[in-house]
């Protein structure tokens, strides 16, 4: 395994006491200016090994050794800043599948039922190939959007 040495320099060291000691900012970043502060080899902290900050700030060992290795190879800055999604979502519900779904909300609802439930909702619509496939949350999520409710 390769192993990660954190040499912080004195601004780097003041920036996260000023982390640590002001400010609002996300537990994830008090728990790597931490852990930074803790690993720090330089001259301007003592370095406390990984298990005892483990214990102490109740992570793992392999957190630790992660925010070390972001720390190395992306820097200061990005070490304690989230990185945003590069996920992409598929929308599947665009405005001509929502005004499906309300024209057939504001129907009569199927024989044997007083009025549509969401799952009923749901299963017509992927019934009619309006949809491939739809939740039944996703449709009460555009009916609250419409100020609709299916039984009504």
């Given at each position: 395994?390769?192993?990660?040495?954190?040499?912080?320099?004195?601004?780097?060291?003041?920036?996260?006491?000023?982390?640590?000691?002001?400010?609002?900012?996300?537990?994830?970043?008090?728990?790597?200016?931490?852990?930074?502060?803790?690993?720090?080899?330089?001259?301007?902290?003592?370095?406390?090994?990984?298990?005892?900050?483990?214990?102490?700030?109740?992570?793992?060992?392999r957190t630790i050794d992660r925010v070390k290795k972001k720390f190395i190879e992306e820097?200061?800055?990005?070490?304690?800043?989230?990185?945003?999604?590069?996920?992409?979502?598929?929308?599947?519900?665009?405005?001509?599948?929502?005004?499906?779904?309300?024209s057939l909300c504001c129907s009569e609802p199927p024989p044997g039922r007083a009025k549509w439930s969401l799952r009923l909702l749901a299963d017509k619509m992927a019934e009619l190939n309006y949809v491939e496939s739809i939740s039944y949350v996703s449709v009460g999520n555009i009916l609250k959007k419409m100020n609709l409710s299916p039984g009504e």
């Open positions: 395994m390769i192993r990660y040495t954190i040499k912080l320099t004195k601004t780097e060291v003041d920036e996260l006491h000023a982390i640590i000691n002001k400010g609002s900012h996300s537990s994830q970043t008090f728990r790597t200016a931490y852990i930074l502060l803790n690993c720090d080899e330089g001259e301007f902290s003592d370095k406390v090994s990984n298990e005892q900050i483990s214990k102490v700030l109740k992570v793992g060992m820097g200061f800055e990005n070490v304690l800043e989230r990185r945003p999604t590069t996920r992409q979502y598929d929308i599947k519900i665009d405005g001509d599948v929502e005004a499906r779904l309300v």
